[in-house]
């Protein structure tokens, strides 16, 4: 069943222009099993994980992101974090952090607790190189799964009506998004159509079908147009440069504390890169006159 069709890692977005609506698509294969195979994930966890990838490269993409997009989970219980994001450039990556001394890991939303908070967070980059904008939405958690969790989020935030099927596996995780269009676009009937052709769609045939081959056979009527489609891939976004901000972040007494055997290490949890500094270079990172003009090539 491993065997998908070469159309994996891929963002679609399509236009329904009779209906009034418009959609997103994800299909993830290789970007997907690259995150899962970081840890050995039970299942239930690595699902979610799935789900969360998926989402968030549906939702940078609708939302032109410029920047990045993270969905972050967290808990009181074994599941920590649940850390999924995707960037402008088509970049994924993700991580969970489980704590099984804390009880049984969740195998539902239900299962993470009344504690658990899950927030959406979009990060553009400044104007004329100052700081980057942030912008942060709760996601409220009564919700039978992730897919509904986001719906109601889009509901309030946007005021859109929006439907969402994830699915994640093994091999490959999928999305579907539909939002109806801003304003009176499409036939009156419109969304509710759209809608009734959503609900009949199963998550194993989210799983198998090409977005051409979704679009066609179940919104053929509504005259879909695939309007951009794009590749995505795992990839991380730490630099030396995010890892001495860290550690400065930490402060200068416990920067110089993580010195063992004459250097800082520091190894990324998302890819494995590791980054060394030595005491002269800790010391850098305190000394006020540290900071050189920013020149082009060190824009990330």
Not at 166 to 184: E, F, N
Request: proline fraction near 5%.
């Amino acid at each position: 069943m491993s065997h998908h069709s070469p159309a994996d890692d891929v963002l679609t977005r399509f236009l329904l222009p009779t209906a009034g609506v418009r959609g997103m698509h994800v299909r993830l294969g290789a970007a997907w099993r690259e995150i899962a195979s970081r840890d050995a994930y039970p299942p239930a966890v690595a699902t979610m994980l799935g789900e969360s990838i998926a989402a968030a490269a549906m939702f940078a993409g609708h939302a032109k992101v410029a920047g990045r997009l993270s969905i972050q989970l967290r808990g009181q219980g074994a599941l920590r974090t649940l850390f999924a994001e995707a960037t402008a450039a088509g970049t994924l990556r993700g991580i969970v952090q489980l704590d099984p001394g804390r009880g049984q890991v969740p195998t539902s939303l239900a299962g993470l607790g009344d504690d658990a908070v899950l927030a959406l967070t979009i990060e553009n980059p400044g104007i004329h190189g100052g700081e980057p904008m942030r912008y942060q939405g709760m996601v409220s958690l009564q919700a039978a799964g992730l897919a509904q969790a986001f719906e109601g989020y889009f509901d309030r935030s946007e005021q859109l009506p929006t439907r969402l099927l994830l699915v994640s596996d093994a091999d490959s995780a999928s999305g579907l998004m539909l939002q109806k269009l801003p304003g009176d676009g499409g036939d009156d009937d419109g969304w509710r159509r759209a809608g009734a052709l959503f609900d009949t769609l199963s998550t194993a045939e989210l799983s198998a079908w090409s977005p051409e081959q979704l679009l066609q056979r179940l919104f053929h009527e509504d005259a879909p147009e695939i309007l951009v489609s794009g590749p995505l891939r795992f990839g991380c976004s730490c630099s030396r440069e995010r890892v001495a901000a860290m550690l400065e972040s930490l402060g200068e007494d416990e920067a110089v504390a993580a010195v063992i055997d004459g250097e800082a290490r520091v190894r990324c949890e998302f890819c494995g890169q590791s980054y060394a500094f030595d005491r002269t270079g800790i010391d850098a990172l305190f000394t006020p006159a540290r900071r050189p003009m920013a020149s082009p090539d060190r824009l990330q």
